[in-house]
Structure formats: C-alpha cells, structure tokens
C-alpha cells in the first residue's frame, strides 16, 4: 500500500511564493511518475506537472510554466512543486499521486493524497 502525504500549503500573498511537498511511504518501488493536481472549489481536477521517479524528467501545463518547478529528492522519498509568482486563480487544494505515465488526465493516477489548500489573496 503507498500513501501520498502533501504537506505545505497556507495562505500567501499574491506575487509570493510557496513550496509543496509530497511524502511517500510504503511500497513504492515500480512507479514511474509522481504528479500534482489542483482543484479549485466547483472546478474539475486540473493536471499541473509530473516527473519521472528514476530519470527526473518534468512535464508542465502551460499554464504554469515558467512559475511553477517540481523536483525530487529519492533519498526522502519526497516530491516537491515549488511556486513563484502566485496569483488569485491558483487558489485550490493541491494534490499528488503517481502513474506509470507521464500522462496529464487525473484517471491515470493512483494513490492519491489528501490533498493540501492554497490560497493566495489579492
């Protein structure tokens, strides 16, 4: 069983900055990719970026990139999305879990956190 804990988000200004993180436990071995989603309230679940567990390769949405950057760190088992320049409309509550896919669509997905809220006010 693998469990997903993300940790980190909190209210900030806009134009600040955040640092997320997703803590893995568990039997881990033979995933692919890890991700992070956000959704906003009434919204649906929004693909924001993945990496590849073994090489580290990034995927982005458009939408973030440039602002937001993921990296891994193998040894804490542990996925971070670190996020600059926040603004209003990325309030949500940010998810991780992982894929044998660098895939963007929520259904490829396992595992997933609970997820942590960020709001970014104005």
């Known amino acids: 069983q693998v469990q997903l804990v993300e940790s980190g988000g909190g209210l900030v200004q806009a134009g600040g900055s955040l640092r997320l993180s997703c803590v893995a436990s568990?039997?881990?071995?033979?995933?692919?990719?890890l991700g992070w989603f956000r959704q906003a309230p009434g919204k649906e679940r929004d693909f924001l970026a993945t990496i590849t567990w073994s090489s580290g390769r990034t995927r982005y949405a458009d939408s973030v990139k440039g602002r937001f950057t993921i990296s891994r760190d193998n040894a804490k088992n542990t996925v971070y999305l670190q996020m600059n320049d926040l603004k209003p409309e990325d309030t949500a509550v940010y998810y991780c879990?992982?894929?044998?896919?660098?895939?963007?669509?929520?259904?490829?997905?396992?595992?997933w956190g609970q997820g942590t809220q960020v709001t970014v006010s104005s």
């Open positions: 879990a992982f894929a044998y896919s660098t895939s963007d669509a929520p259904r490829d997905y396992n595992n």
């Open positions: 568990g039997h881990i071995w033979g995933w692919y990719a």
